[in-house]
């Protein structure tokens, strides 16, 4: 069956810092990725998504950036972490190739403070 | 471009009473429309999905929901609430794009 990992589970981190959050998936191929992020009372934001290696979609101009380095891992990162940074980070994945009728599975999330 | 409306971000019923959360959508094709569930501090995970089968659809923890197409909506209802379906729901929309797209979410409070 299939899971995703996502760490840290929380995270403190000074303004000004870097950032960097994993996300993995097991047990299927070439998904298709993403990073959420979630702010109260606003939902859930898309933020990157990707469809093979190296190919990353940006929705959200921003202070953050993602990169696919292998087919089952995706990375979000920061150089310098703003206040407005702060959140609640979510990595999901979904089958690709098969239309969207199926659902996107996702990590536990990540609380990203920023102080 | 898909969107998704959620009516009230705070929704309150008494323990045994009717929930109805409601989930309105605009897209130019037909769209796929999923319910999620999300407890404090967690992921999110599926209660249901619509993909164009059948127009009522029956999700885990005996929750449903009814894609309208004449009133562009997907409300989810349960019969009975309990204790332990108190936590965040997100509407969201999908049409083949690889996007999901959410709604803001609404809180359920379930009063003892």
């Known amino acids: 069956s299939q899971t995703i990992h996502q760490w840290p589970a929380t995270l403190v981190q000074p303004v000004g810092s870097p950032l960097s959050l994993e996300c993995t998936v097991e047990?299927?191929?070439?998904?298709?990725l993403y990073w959420y992020r979630q702010a109260a009372g606003r939902g859930l934001q898309l933020l990157f998504y990707s469809v093979g290696i190296g190919q990353i979609s940006s929705e959200v101009p921003q202070n953050l950036s993602a990169s696919r380095p292998q087919d089952r891992q995706f990375i979000l990162s920061s150089k310098k972490l703003l206040l407005s940074d702060s959140g609640f980070y979510l990595c999901a994945w979904s089958e690709a190739g098969i239309g969207m009728n199926t659902e996107a599975f996702f990590g536990q999330g990540t609380r990203l403070t920023v102080v | 471009a898909q969107s998704v409306t959620q009516l009230g971000s705070h929704v309150s019923v008494s323990e045994g009473a009717l929930v109805l959360l409601r989930c309105n959508y605009s897209s130019s094709v037909p769209p796929y429309l999923f319910w999620y569930v999300q407890y404090p501090n967690q992921g999110l995970q599926l209660l249901l999905k619509?993909?164009?089968?059948?127009?009522l659809v029956k999700g885990i923890n005996g929750f449903e929901a009814e894609f309208k197409k004449s009133e562009t909506s997907f409300h989810l209802t349960k019969p009975s609430a309990h204790m332990s379906d108190a936590a965040e729901y997100f509407c969201a929309v999908s049409s083949g794009t690889y996007k999901y797209i959410f709604g803001t979410g609404t809180r359920l409070k379930v009063l003892a």
């Open positions: 047990g299927t191929s070439n998904p298709n």
């Open positions: 619509y993909t164009s089968a059948a127009t």
